[in-house]
């Protein structure tokens, strides 16, 4: 088993980081007394469209109803089959258990407020709890599809899912651990996020005051001054717990960029604690900028996007696996590592007036666009200020042919559409 786990990840190690993203994609529903959790289909197809793998880090397998009842069965097999989609399912958390009575997670007396004690909770058995995850989505489904289509989709769904690496969290949590020790400033910076939060807290960030001191090896004693601006003790005890938990998840993210050599998606949600003077490398670590990069060549462009045009059952799902392996889709991704650092104003100068300015020329509009700001973007092509029809149309198609992110949006993503519309 050992051996499997290993080669697994051996194969991640290989290639370009930014190639690959591991990131949640549910939509998580809470009303009181359930949660619903759903996939954010645009988001999954746009992440397997811009990453060479992705490695979906999904919720108790929660996502694959909601995938099914909207994509269908045939589509979400094909997807699963083909190995473009990964799934990590890894049942290890951090979880704050000061206030947890004598139990197998903590063998101490409860700490009162403010003293803090974070473990590590794993599974007892992995394996159990992958196929009840499994028997979940075959229970969910079971009105809707035979017995034996949801075999199928079972083994699919397992024949996705990535080994959880050996000590899974145990390195994240050793780090979390020295950080606690010293009192990084990491955790005051986590809890004034906390407190911008809040409405009613209007006081100034330099005021708030946040001191960590071990108890013991694994306890901690907090000071701070918020009940003194209005919160209550029970209020600056859970606050300061979700912080502190926020700083130390941090690690854990860390530790799966490293376990599959992928960005980390949900990294977005707390890059300010990498400080200020870290925010170009935080821009190029974050698949986030991608994304939106490609929503904004979308709509500078005027093409259709799935998060208006969603897809149904009658979605081809295996022309999307064809021009999601394309050579021109892998340029297109290539290009988008670079324009995410343009603004939008960059990116509508580059795309947008070139569009208008040099029309048809050259195989459309489209075409001559993307590759003019691929080549501006790459430094292939001097910039000449405002000169841009100076440009001579065959030393263009000579530097930049007809093949890569200009035909992926001319002749291939918009496809997925138009056969769609026309059925």
């Known amino acids: 088993m050992a051996t499997a786990i290993t080669q697994a990840f051996e194969r991640t190690t290989k290639g370009n980081i930014q190639d690959r993203l591991i990131a949640p ?24 469209l811009l990453f060479e793998d992705y490695y979906l880090q ?8 909601s995938l099914v009842l909207n994509l269908g069965l045939e589509n979400v097999l094909l997807l699963l089959n083909s190995s473009v989609l990964k799934i990590d399912l890894n049942p290890t958390q951090f979880a704050q258990t000061g206030q947890t009575a004598r139990s197998f997670i903590r063998d101490k007396e409860p700490l009162p407020h403010l003293s803090y004690s974070f473990s590590l909770i794993r599974s007892p058995n992995e394996n159990d709890y992958l196929l009840g995850c499994a028997r979940e989505v075959h229970h969910g489904l079971f009105h809707a599809h035979t017995r034996n289509d949801l075999m199928k989709l079972e083994g699919a769904i397992l ?4 080994p959880i690496p050996e000590n899974a969290g145990a390195p994240a949590m050793l780090a979390f651990d020295g950080e606690l020790k010293t009192n990084s400033a990491i955790f005051r910076a986590a809890l004034l996020s906390r407190l911008r939060l809040r409405s009613n807290f209007t006081t100034q960030e330099q005021d708030v005051t946040l001191n960590i001191r071990p108890i013991d090896d694994t306890d901690y004693a907090v000071e701070t001054n918020l009940e003194s601006f209005g919160l209550t003790k029970e209020e600056t005890h859970g606050i300061v717990a979700s912080a502190l938990l926020a700083a130390g998840y941090l690690n854990r993210r860390v530790e799966d960029m490293e376990n599959y050599n992928a960005l980390s998606g949900v990294i977005d949600d707390e890059l300010f604690l990498f400080g200020e003077k870290l925010k170009l490398l935080a821009a190029s670590v974050s698949p986030k900028g991608r994304e939106e990069t490609f929503d904004k060549v979308l709509r500078i462009g005027r093409f259709p996007a799935f998060e208006f045009q969603p897809p149904t ?35 509508y100068s580059q795309v947008g007036s070139l569009r208008a300015r040099l029309g048809t020329l050259v195989h459309g509009t489209t075409g001559k666009s993307i590759r003019l700001a691929l080549g501006y973007a790459a430094g292939l092509i001097p910039i000449l200020g405002p000169v841009v029809s100076a440009f001579d149309s065959f030393v263009l198609e000579k530097l930049l042919p007809l093949s890569g992110p200009a035909m992926f949006l001319d002749a291939m993503y918009g496809s997925l559409f138009s056969s769609r519309s026309e059925s």
């Open 25 to 48: 994609c549910a939509t998580v529903d809470r009303t009181p007394g359930s949660v619903s959790v759903s996939t954010d289909i645009p988001a999954l197809l746009n992440r397997l």
């Open 58 to 65: 999904s919720i108790r397998l929660k996502e694959f109803e």
């Open 159 to 162: 024949r996705a899912v990535m």
């Open 313 to 347: 059952k009658k979605f081809d799902m295996e022309k999307f696996l064809k021009i999601r392996d394309s050579k021109e889709c892998k340029e297109f991704r290539n290009w988008l590592k670079i324009a995410q650092f343009l603004d939008e104003q960059e990116i």
